[in-house]
């Protein structure tokens, strides 16, 4: 099975990119989108000089639990820089999201709660709420992680969407907002988890 395959069976279609999508990010934005592939995992992440941003991070079950969600988060933290990503808000009758945040919670990720985000896919044209989450190694301020996200979404995520879906994205403004006040912090429930 390939790397593209692997994110397939685990990620739910309306958080998937294409294949000729991500294969043109590797190809076209080679000094920002990157690849970390093994047998047992597939990293998908963006690398700018201020931020990384995850996009899609695989762990085949028959590694879960040998530490290699923690190894690759570590990597990736050695790099000095905040990092974001988007998870799916807790849902109870769904235990692997559950799991997904009490691991980013042991991991320090804090909640960006103030952040807004709503974004309708263009396989399913369903519209998707998903929560940002971000690492800091100096405490970053929500709106610095909200204008990575800003501009994750612009090169990223919309990049060539005529192209490779026969329609654009949603404008930034109507997907991303900023809050002057957050909402609850979906990884509260997981805080008193100990690393």
Not at 187 to 192: Q, S, T
Request: glycine share 4%.
């Amino acid at each position: 099975m390939n790397w593209y395959e692997k994110l397939s069976e685990y990620f739910p279609i309306e958080e998937m990119k294409s294949k000729e999508h991500m294969d043109a990010l590797l190809k076209d934005k080679h000094n920002v989108y990157c690849k970390d592939e093994g047998e047992k995992h597939v990293l998908m992440y963006v690398e700018t000089e201020s931020f990384v941003f995850v996009d899609y991070l695989f762990v085949s079950s028959s590694a879960r639990g040998e530490g290699l969600g923690k190894k690759l988060l570590t990597q990736l933290k050695e790099k000095g820089k905040p990092i974001l990503l988007e998870v799916e808000p807790v849902n109870y009758e769904d235990t692997d999201t559950e799991k997904r945040l009490r691991f980013y919670a042991r991991e320090n990720f804090h909640h960006a709660s103030r952040i807004g985000y709503s974004r309708r896919s263009l396989a399913t044209g369903e519209q998707t709420d998903l929560e940002i989450l971000y690492w800091s190694p100096e405490d970053a301020e929500e709106e610095t992680v909200y204008n990575a996200m800003k501009m994750t979404y612009e090169e990223i995520h919309t990049y060539k969407d005529d192209e490779f879906y026969g329609e654009s994205y949603d404008p930034i403004d109507k997907v991303l907002t900023f809050r002057t006040e957050g909402k609850t912090n979906i990884l509260k429930p997981f805080a008193h988890v100990s690393a």
